[in-house]
């Protein structure tokens, strides 16, 4: 019994399960949200790398000079047992063709990469899908990559070079998928540039499979060197390599079949003074290569699956998020559309009433707005009082300055009211314009969180967004002026040196108290009616800080978070009134696409997952 045949047995149970998963998800178009375990067949131009394939597909693919494979071509090798006829199928995007005869897959091919890459020699990254079904293939799938191109012809692009090895280097950095880098054994493998960019990715080659082809060309006295290669002493890799010895093209001009080609590749080996030890040691022919490459992948897909799931369940989770961030679609029916305007205006008008009440959700690292501008509070309020609240020796040299310079013809001990509703009146001056500062701050806070919400609420509705804002901004602009007349108005009122006779007669008692126990800020040389003004000073200048801590910033949340809000809102349910629901929910044709390509994404994830009911754990050849 062959090898393949007792691979195949010995596999039937875990190795199909195993590859029909992964093509199952591959089928799905899972490519584009997931990295899959694969074999990735790469080489330079005239590797050899088409050789390869067909003797593994027991097929003709196409050939010829320059770049061959123009797109991703995935091999989708199946045994069949019971069958003995051959079947065939061609997919690439929404096309599907049935093969009924080897004969028709090379002109399917040239003719699915004319379609996704055009005309001449470019390439694409769209995948082409060759599933081949046959008593003589093992059960194995592929993914034949373009040839490296180090020079471009007159059809191709000037970079073609470079956008080949983008390609490639797209695959193969992949920790999912295994490299299979075919060289000619004729060649010395440290140049070429197959296994040098396999080489940059999987440094150790624990990824890298490597496949010498064309033995029958090697010269004569470098046989060691390829014995050497093959037994991985030149370059080394993890996997290693093997050798196989592939049709020619005198072998296709004289139509040699594959079958014919296979036995003579074993009699090649068999008969061959230095590489005969190789097919000992299975590291020589197609079907050692093929078991050898069907339990490669087979263990490998076991090994990344606990992976896949965790990229599965994360991919699921943000295109929840994506989705849902999107909203749904707007509906055709008229009544429906008016619906759905009151629904989007509703879930914004509870989004706002959220931040005015203080009870959005929010996550970390974020905050409440409130807590946010509960902090330009608290820092305004520092910086007022760090003003107002003067040590000892600044008190005495400002108050002892200003009666030097506005005494009149009183004599010494004589208190001067004007002088001290004079430096009342300065101080109040020089705050006024922080606390206006601090009104600009928090409006910026109020706007950049509604923006937040129109464009969460509204993202996929420009014309909806663009009412909303125009809303936004001249509510908001209203209100702040009303904020700011509000607030010029409380210092114009400062400015009336007043308090009740009890609040300012207690905070006077506990100033000089302090004073009086060696707690407070005048020392007794002072002159007594210097002393006397700062005690005063200290205790109005306290009262007024404490009355402005308060009321300026209850002005600010009254106009910027209160009233704007609820005017907002109000405004925004007169919209659903005017009738204009048509011109509001216009969405944006980029936001349409993109809700239909995360849908169809959901759609392959969840049938992913119901897929995902793996054949068993731990390697199949246990």
Known sequence: MSKISCLSQLYDKKVLPCIDLVDSLRSLGLEKDLNLPAIAVIGDQSSGKSSVLEALSGVALP????????????????????????????????HTTPL??????????LYAQRVLAGDGEGISHEMITLEIQSCTVPDLTLIDLPGIARVATANQPKDIDKQ?????KKYIERQ???SLVVVPANI???????????SNVDSTGERTLGILTKPDLVDKGMEETVVRTVNNEVIKLTKGY?????????????KLDLAKALENERKFFEEHPHFSSLLEEEKATIPCLAGRLTKELCEHIIKTLPDLQKQLDVKLEKTYVALEALGDAVPLDEYEKIKFLVMKIR????????????????????????????????????GMFAKTNKTEDTLRVEVAEYVRTHRGKELPGFSNYKTFESIVKEYIEDLEEPALKMLKDVTGIVRSSVDHIVNTHFNSLPDLVRAASEQTDGI??????????????????????????????????????KSTAGQGLLAASVIPDVRDMAYHLISYLTITSERLANQVPLIVHYHMLDQYISQLQSAMLLKIGENNADMLLQEDPDVARKRKELREQLMRLKTAGELSSFCGTGSPLE
């Open 63 to 94: 050939r010829g000079p320059g770049i061959v494979t123009r797109c991703p071509l995935v091999l989708k090798l199946r045994k069949i047992k019971n069958d003995k006829i051959w079947h065939g199928l061609l997919s690439y995007k929404d």
């Open 100 to 109: 009924k005869d080897p004969a028709e897959i090379e002109n399917a091919v």
């Open 164 to 168: 080949i090895k983008d390609l490639i």
């Open 176 to 178: 999912e998928t295994i």
């Open 188 to 198: 010395d493998i440290a140049t070429t540039e197959a296994l040098q960019m396999a």
């Open 242 to 254: 093997m050798i196989v010895k592939c049709r020619g093209q005198n072998d296709i001009n004289d």
């Open 347 to 382: 879930q914004f008008n509870d989004a706002l009433e959220n931040v005015k009440r203080v009870e959005e959700d929010v996550k970390k690292p974020h905050i409440r707005v409130f807590s946010k501008i509960r902090e330009e509070f608290q820092s305004w309020k520092n």
């Open 476 to 513: 908001l602009d209203k209100e702040f002026q009303k904020a700011e007349e509000k607030i010029h108005s409380q210092f114009e009122m400062e400015k009336i040196v007043y308090s009740q006779d009890d609040l300012y007669s207690n905070q006077l008692y506990n100033v000089k108290r």
